[in-house]
T-cell receptor
Framework: KAGVTQTPRYLIKTRGQQVTLSCSPISGHRSVSWYQQTPGQGLQFLFEYFSETQRNKGNFPGRFSGRQFSNSRSEMNVSTLELGDSALYLC??????????FGSGTRLTVV | LAKTTQPVSMDSYEGQEVNITCSHNNIATNDYITWYQQFPSQGPRFIIQGYKTKVTNEVASLFIPADRKSSTLSLPRVSLSDTAVYYCLDSQYNQGGKLIFGQGTELSVKP
């Protein structure tokens, strides 16, 4: 079966712009989580959506937001980009609270 | 706060068995331990999960002693392709899709 698909794979944006990243979970998975990975901070949880509702949120500023659609696909948005937002953004889907499958991520570079 | 402690890095040679130990002193009765593997610019991949004693699958073995305050991931006969970062997670902190990753162990396998 198809895995978790994240698009785009690479993205270059300018400071101050906004960006939207997309994640298509494994078919049947209703939970989608987002993570930011940087060399300095490692893997950090952003937020999780389940059946179109945000169920959990990490410690990130309000510039980071997300949503989930009725087909479980999810998007995350970062507004007013800063250089420090350069990172690998990962999405994971799950059928329940166990067994998370990650996508290959979107590499965002802010210049 | 990671909640688990692992060595930052380890070196090995092809064909050797590698054991990576994780400390989880605050593990609760209902917690289980999960290990993930991550290659550069990819999302973490589930390796193995266990509650106590020994669990084995086609990739690795997981040993958890009776007190469950530590666990050891064992990779038999590693190859160059096993060079990756390995993360140990305590499920106590996995709430609503929120996985708490520590710094992980960077394993380098040399020819």
């Amino acid at each position: 079966k198809a895995g978790v698909t994240q698009t785009p794979r690479y993205l270059i944006k300018t400071r101050g712009q906004q960006v939207t990243l997309s994640c298509s979970p494994i078919s049947g998975h209703r939970s989608v989580s987002w993570y930011q990975q940087t060399p300095g901070q490692g893997l950090q949880f952003l937020f999780e959506y389940f059946s179109e509702t945000q169920r959990n949120k990490g410690n990130f500023p309000g510039r980071f937001s997300g949503r989930q659609f009725s087909n479980s696909r999810s998007e995350m948005n970062v507004s007013t980009l800063e250089l420090g937002d350069s990172a690998l953004y990962l999405c994971a889907s799950s059928l329940d609270t166990n067994g998370y499958t990650f996508g290959s991520g979107t590499r965002l570079t802010v210049v | 706060l990671a909640k688990t402690t692992q060595p930052v890095s380890m070196d090995s040679y092809e064909g050797q068995e590698v054991n990576i130990t994780c400390s989880h002193n605050n593990i609760a009765t209902n917690d289980y331990i999960t290990w993930y593997q991550q290659f550069p610019s990819q999302g973490p991949r589930f390796i193995i999960q266990g509650y106590k004693t020994k669990v084995t699958n086609e990739v690795a073995s997981l040993f958890i002693p009776a007190d469950r305050k530590s666990s050891t991931l064992s990779l038999p006969r590693v190859s160059l392709s096993d060079t990756a970062v390995y993360y140990c997670l305590d499920s106590q902190y996995n709430q609503g899709g929120k996985l708490i990753f520590g710094q992980g162990t960077e394993l380098s396998v040399k020819p």
